[in-house]
């Protein structure tokens, strides 16, 4: 009996996709741990190295602001010379900075460092799911692509509890905090050693025999390529700008960055934070959050399953305007309704931050899908070291509660974003998903009377 021949986007889910999955979501999780360190290692850095409020804001944005040349960088690369070569020299760089960390004397040197970090990690991303959409078959894709923020998020928690049980070292607990980087990264690097060149990017460079032979080796005989010919025929981020794709890179670019500008601004500081509000009694507080982040991430792979992305995406950030708004406006006498508040606005702020991994990907045609994927998360990286280097110095100009309020803003901005130009790609083959037309804003209504959380 002869074995039916199966396409890639019609496969099963495999060892092969999970190993995959596997190496790409490492990179969140050092990424979560990353900068989840710093805003512990900062209460022992300020004293020693003097840093005033400015430094602070520069060196809490400094891996922000190599995210933001990595992905631009090595996402135009990545479609030119291959997934894998950059899957792998990302984690040299990230490796290698991770432990020089250690060595800085000076708040340059400690900035020049996580800068280097970023590059690294901006690189990665920018390939990472590139790689991870062209091998992924539809009906898990979404799951697989909004799976990496709850490894992010399991980094970050993980960084709160070692860095506190790291504060107990001495002078130099700093040093082996953020040094402590250099284990996970380099485990994934080694892990990453022999990974196959993304067969749809080969087919598009015209090396169909070699993208059969990665298909038929990791995959199976029986598989076959979803696409037996070159399809290259533009390049670059003139693509992204044409007339085409530019709605969809707008719109990728900016609910993205509406996003994680509160998210890294708010938790790279989420201590002092809730010490401004009144919220910072012991740890309970902090680790209460910090498990929601957890939770919220494992409910928002659910939602990606259950619900229209669309709808997801626009529900989540009405809600969360709201709740920032609230948290802005509520009296510090009303603690246990601003924890309840922070609590549902940490649930669903992990929740939506899924599908930053999912439209993307499947936004852009495969000659320059990796450039998409590294615009977007360049302009979220660039939006976020922003927020991140301002809240410092936003709240000791003009308050906590006006700045919670710019960034309640900000949320409803991404709301009307979504609203106008987010597209519905689910259940859609790679290919057809990049073609999909922006949903008409009339037909919002629908998704948007189910509670998608």
């Given at each position: 009996?002869?074995?039916?021949?199966v396409k890639?986007?019609?496969?099963?889910?495999?060892?092969?996709?999970?190993k995959?999955?596997?190496?790409?979501f490492?990179a969140?999780f050092t990424?979560?741990?990353?900068?989840g360190?710093?805003?512990?290692a900062f209460?022992?850095i300020?004293p020693?190295?003097?840093l005033?409020?400015f430094w602070?804001?520069?060196?809490?944005?400094s891996?922000l602001i190599?995210l933001f040349?990595?992905?631009?960088?090595?996402?135009?690369?990545?479609d030119?010379v291959?997934?894998?070569k950059?899957?792998?020299?990302?984690f040299?760089?990230?490796?290698?900075?991770?432990?020089?960390q250690f060595?800085?004397?000076?708040?340059?040197?400690?900035f020049?460092c996580?800068v280097?970090?970023g590059i690294g990690?901006?690189g990665?991303?920018?390939?990472?799911?590139?790689?991870?959409a062209?091998?992924?078959p539809?009906k898990h894709?979404?799951v697989?692509?909004?799976?990496?923020?709850?490894?992010?998020?399991?980094?970050?928690?993980?960084a709160?509890?070692v860095g506190?049980a790291m504060?107990?070292?001495?002078?130099?607990?700093?040093?082996?905090?953020?040094?402590?980087s250099?284990?996970?990264?380099?485990?994934i690097?080694?892990a990453?050693?022999g990974?196959?060149?993304?067969?749809?990017?080969?087919?598009?460079?015209?090396?169909?025999?070699e993208?059969?032979?990665?298909v038929?080796k990791h995959?199976g005989?029986?598989?076959?390529l979803d696409e037996?010919q070159?399809?290259?025929?533009r390049?670059?981020y003139g693509v992204?700008?044409?007339?085409?794709?530019?709605k969809r890179?707008?719109f990728?670019?900016?609910?993205?960055v509406?996003?994680?500008?509160p998210?890294?601004?708010i938790?790279?500081?989420?201590p002092?934070i809730?010490?401004?509000m009144g919220?910072a009694?012991?740890f309970g507080?902090?680790?209460l959050l910090n498990l929601l982040?957890i939770v919220?991430?494992?409910?928002g792979?659910?939602?990606?399953?259950k619900f229209?992305?669309?709808g997801f995406?626009?529900?989540?950030?009405?809600?969360l305007?709201v709740?920032?708004?609230?948290?802005?406006?509520l009296p510090?006498?009303?603690?246990?309704l601003?924890?309840l508040v922070?609590?549902l606005?940490?649930l669903?702020?992990s929740a939506?931050?899924?599908?930053?991994?999912?439209?993307?990907a499947?936004?852009?045609?495969t000659?320059v899908?990796?450039s998409?994927?590294?615009?977007?998360t360049?302009v979220?990286?660039l939006g976020s070291a922003v927020?991140t280097?301002?809240?410092?110095?936003s709240?000791?100009?003009i308050g906590?509660?006006?700045t919670m309020?710019?960034l309640?803003a900000i949320?409803?901005?991404?709301?009307?974003i979504?609203w106008?130009w987010?597209p519905e790609t689910?259940?859609?083959?790679?290919?057809q998903?990049c073609?999909?037309?922006?949903?008409?804003p009339?037909e919002?209504?629908?998704?948007m009377?189910v509670?998608?959380?």
């Amino acid at each position: 009996m002869s074995i039916q021949p199966v396409k890639i986007d019609d496969l099963p889910i495999g060892r092969f996709h999970i190993k995959i999955a596997g190496l790409t979501f490492g990179a969140h999780f050092t990424d979560g741990y990353i900068l989840g360190l710093i805003g512990i290692a900062f209460t022992l850095i300020s004293p020693q190295l003097h840093l005033d409020a400015f430094w602070q804001g520069l060196i809490g944005a400094s891996a922000l602001i190599g995210l933001f040349l990595g992905s631009l960088f090595f996402g135009w690369i990545s479609d030119r010379v291959g997934r894998q070569k950059i899957f792998l020299v990302s984690f040299v760089l990230i490796t290698l900075a991770s432990v020089l960390q250690f060595y800085a004397e000076t708040a340059m040197q400690l900035f020049l460092c996580r800068v280097l970090i970023g590059i690294g990690l901006g690189g990665d991303f920018s390939v990472g799911h590139a790689m991870l959409a062209e091998f992924s078959p539809r009906k898990h894709r979404g799951v697989l692509l909004g799976s990496f923020s709850v490894i992010w998020t399991f980094g970050y928690v993980a960084a709160t509890f070692v860095g506190t049980a790291m504060l107990g070292l001495g002078d130099d607990a700093w040093r082996w905090m953020l040094a402590s980087s250099a284990i996970p990264a380099g485990l994934i690097l080694l892990a990453r050693i022999g990974t196959p060149e993304s067969p749809r990017w080969l087919v598009n460079q015209g090396r169909i025999a070699e993208a059969r032979a990665v298909v038929h080796k990791h995959l199976g005989a029986h598989v076959v390529l979803d696409e037996e010919q070159s399809t290259q025929t533009r390049s670059g981020y003139g693509v992204l700008f044409s007339p085409e794709y530019r709605k969809r890179t707008a719109f990728n670019c900016l609910f993205f960055v509406c996003i994680v500008m509160p998210y890294f601004a708010i938790y790279t500081f989420l201590p002092s934070i809730l010490q401004k509000m009144g919220l910072a009694e012991g740890f309970g507080t902090e680790l209460l959050l910090n498990l929601l982040l957890i939770v919220g991430a494992l409910i928002g792979i659910w939602c990606t399953v259950k619900f229209s992305r669309r709808g997801f995406l626009i529900n989540s950030f009405i809600i969360l305007a709201v709740a920032l708004f609230l948290l802005a406006v509520l009296p510090g006498s009303a603690a246990w309704l601003m924890v309840l508040v922070f609590g549902l606005f940490t649930l669903v702020l992990s929740a939506v931050s899924n599908l930053v991994g999912v439209f993307p990907a499947e936004s852009f045609p495969t000659e320059v899908r990796a450039s998409g994927i590294g615009l977007a998360t360049a302009v979220s990286r660039l939006g976020s070291a922003v927020s991140t280097f301002l809240l410092p110095v936003s709240v000791a100009g003009i308050g906590l509660s006006s700045t919670m309020g710019i960034l309640a803003a900000i949320l409803a901005l991404g709301a009307l974003i979504s609203w106008a130009w987010a597209p519905e790609t689910k259940s859609l083959t790679l290919s057809q998903a990049c073609k999909a037309e922006e949903v008409v804003p009339a037909e919002v209504v629908k998704p948007m009377k189910v509670a998608t959380l």
